[in-house]
């Protein structure tokens, strides 16, 4: 009997860890799913409804960095895509002598999903490592235009999460990231998140973006004017390699001996806004 309850409380927990719920509630009629992803096999991420790129993102004195590598991206064959972070041996050896460098990965639906406007969705459990941090956001190439305004393209960090605090950020840039360079941010401290899964939103409608962590509002802006254009859904991890010298903005120091560590996604979702008929 005893044996019996352990498998059964075994096979419980199992069912909670892969289950998949979205804040969304099922019965709406004023969202229209148009994309999803359950990372559901092995290998690498569906090609497609995602891309992933490889090359360095050295040099960046300012925080990030490291290598984005695809094969740190990886279906793990229990419905959950991996965005690991690994040490490597130095690649630029000549730049900087330590011996090991960083490696993470990045997969984007660019090329191959890019809607304007909508609802945005992801279900994940977060990196707790210090030295990187896991986000997911939307990009357009047009971000680099300087027009005075977000419209024709803002980089939207739906969320950002540093592998050693319990503070969520949201951020907003547009206007290239040059001299002309402009930003708005929030920050949401929320105890335990780097515990247990979680869901991240953003509503993206043309005159403004609502934010969400777990279900609840946590930042509603049109900083920026807001965005017009087309964009594509990244998720990603980046390393501080600053030692610490940005670690208030980033993810504070690495240590090798911390890694490999991983940037769990169970879905992405996204939603078309279907406007409520008018009386």
Not at 77 to 84: D, F, I
Not at 239 to 267: K, R, S
Request: hydrophobic residues 35%; charged residues 25%; proline residues 6%.
């Amino acid at each position: 009997m005893r044996r019996l309850l352990v498998l059964c409380l075994t096979g419980f927990l199992a069912a909670c860890q892969s289950q998949t719920f979205s804040t969304l509630d099922e019965g709406s009629s004023e969202w229209r799913l148009v994309f999803r992803d359950e990372f559901n096999g092995l290998g690498r991420p569906n090609p497609d409804k995602w891309i992933s790129k490889e090359y360095n993102r050295r040099p960046n004195p300012d925080g990030p960095d490291g290598w984005w590598d695809p094969g740190n991206a990886y279906l793990n064959g229990r419905g959950q895509l991996v965005l690991l972070t690994s040490v490597i041996e130095n690649r630029n050896p000549d730049e900087d002598d330590d011996p090991y460098d960083y490696a993470t990965a990045m997969v984007s639906t660019e090329g191959k999903f890019e809607p304007t406007y909508g609802r945005f969705e992801v279900r994940a459990k977060l990196p707790r490592s210090a030295g990187w941090w896991s986000a997911f956001w939307l990009f357009s190439r047009s971000v680099h235009q300087v027009d005075g305004s977000g419209r024709d393209g803002t980089e939207i960090d739906i969320m950002e999460t540093f592998g050693w605090t319990d503070k969520v950020s949201q951020a907003l840039h547009w206007d290239s990231y040059e001299e002309d360079h402009q930003a708005a941010a929030n920050a949401t401290t929320r105890p335990g998140i780097r515990s247990g899964w979680h869901t991240f939103t953003l509503e993206w409608y043309p005159d403004e973006y609502i934010f969400f962590v777990d279900g609840q509002e946590t930042w509603r802006t049109a900083a920026g004017g807001v965005s017009q254009v087309p964009q594509w859904v990244k998720l990603s991890g980046e390393v501080d390699t600053t030692d610490g010298a940005a670690n208030i903005w980033w993810a504070n120091t690495p240590y090798p001996q911390n890694f490999p560590d991983t940037f769990l996604i169970d879905w992405v979702r996204v939603y078309e806004h279907v406007p409520s008929p008018e009386k």
